[in-house]
């Protein structure tokens, strides 16, 4: 009953990570500087290896602990920052602005789930993928920062 519950969470995680390639290959179509398209282009393609890395851990292809555990500066953005509308065309700090949120809301998901697991590798599965979600939001906030406030010419 178990692998049952645990292959249904696992079968959500790996619908929220094509809907997460399917946000960021759309919203690459919304900007127009090339910089911001190719991030979000890659984001799209971490995506796509965090449903890989789902679906092998599914199948029993990935001993637990398959992922490596780095500590993400959490600069808080999203949290502090509106989230901006999704136009027809938006500029490269709104898409930055609305990856933050969605990466923000990953981490969210993957740790309240890791909060009603017991110790084990389901949880450090969870715990994992929360922390590979925060280093997505650390690096489009630091992306937004360096957009929305470009350093001037006097410093």
Request: net charge negative; hydrophobic share 40%.
């Amino acid at each position: 009953m178990e692998d049952k519950r645990l292959c249904d969470f696992l079968d959500i995680a790996i619908q929220r990570e094509i809907e997460a390639f399917d946000f960021y290959s759309g919203l690459a179509q919304k900007v127009a500087d090339s910089q911001t398209k190719d991030a979000l282009v890659h984001l799209a393609s971490e995506e796509k290896k965090h449903r890989a890395f789902l679906e092998d851990y599914r199948d029993g292809k990935v001993a637990s602990g398959g992922l490596r555990m780095n500590d993400a500066v959490d600069y808080k953005i999203a949290e502090y920052m509106d989230k901006p509308a999704a136009d027809t065309e938006i500029k490269s700090s709104e898409a930055y602005l609305l990856a933050a949120h969605r990466e923000k809301a990953s981490h969210d998901f993957y740790m309240a789930l890791a909060g009603i697991h017991p110790d084990g590798p389901v949880k450090d599965m969870l715990l994992l993928m929360a922390s590979e979600e925060m280093k997505h939001k650390e690096k489009v906030e630091y992306l937004y920062s360096n957009t929305a406030f470009a350093q001037t010419q006097g410093g």
